[in-house]
């Protein structure tokens, strides 16, 4: 199977050839792909082997929950300061953000870019973690309940510090 790692013009063959001037790692996203699918399909063996079942329906407020939980850990995976340590090794840092947060770029060729990109993206991350909850709320809704309604409070409580430093700037 032909797949570059380096998609520069002069070593770029079969179907990605043309597909870009700049490197594009096209070789790491579809190995990342192919890692969050076994996840789900893994995922999805061990609740079946274990007698879970996904739930006839979910309800809203779990939803909700789920969809602020979601939100809050991809932003704590993908801008938090502390946790740049897990992203060191596939990023570049740029700059403080404010909040808490970092601004930093992905770094590297083929997979070790594929990986920087996905973790300084919360958009991108956001698949993955609701995919996470998702499993997880099979497998243990009690405990995936209380930790999603933790995350839900702190995005609650961020939502609530911004508001407050927006009306000390205003008064």
């Known amino acids: 199977m032909d797949v570059p790692t380096n998609l520069d013009p002069p070593t770029a063959r079969g179907p990605f050839s043309g597909y870009s001037i700049e490197h594009r790692p ?6 990342l792909t192919a890692a969050f ?3 789900v399909a893994g995922t999805s063996a061990v609740a079946r082997a274990a007698g879970r079942e996904p739930p006839e329906r979910v309800r809203a407020g779990d939803v ?5 939980a979601t ?11 502390v946790t740049s340590f897990m992203r060191a ?12 947060e970092v601004e930093e770029e992905p770094r590297g060729r ?10 300084v ?3 991108c991350l956001g698949q993955w973690v609701s995919a996470g909850l998702a499993a997880s709320f099979v497998l243990a809704p ?8 933790s995350y839900t409070a702190q995005t609650i409580a961020d939502f609530l510090q911004l508001a407050y430093l927006a009306g000390e700037k205003r008064a």
């Not at 939100?71 to 300061?81: F, G």
């Not at 090794?89 to 808490?100: D, L, N, V």
């Open 26 to 31: 096209l070789a790491g996203y579809a190995i």
């Open 37 to 39: 699918g076994a996840g």
């Open 64 to 68: 909700v929950m789920l969809g602020l």
């Open 71 to 81: 939100h809050k850990l991809s932003r704590l995976i993908a801008k938090d300061r």
């Open 89 to 100: 090794p596939f990023t570049r840092y740029q700059e403080a953000s404010g909040q808490g």
């Open 110 to 119: 083929g997979l070790r870019l594929a990986v920087g990109e996905l973790l």
């Open 121 to 123: 993206c919360p958009y």
């Open 142 to 149: 009690r405990a995936t309940r209380l930790v999603a309604a």
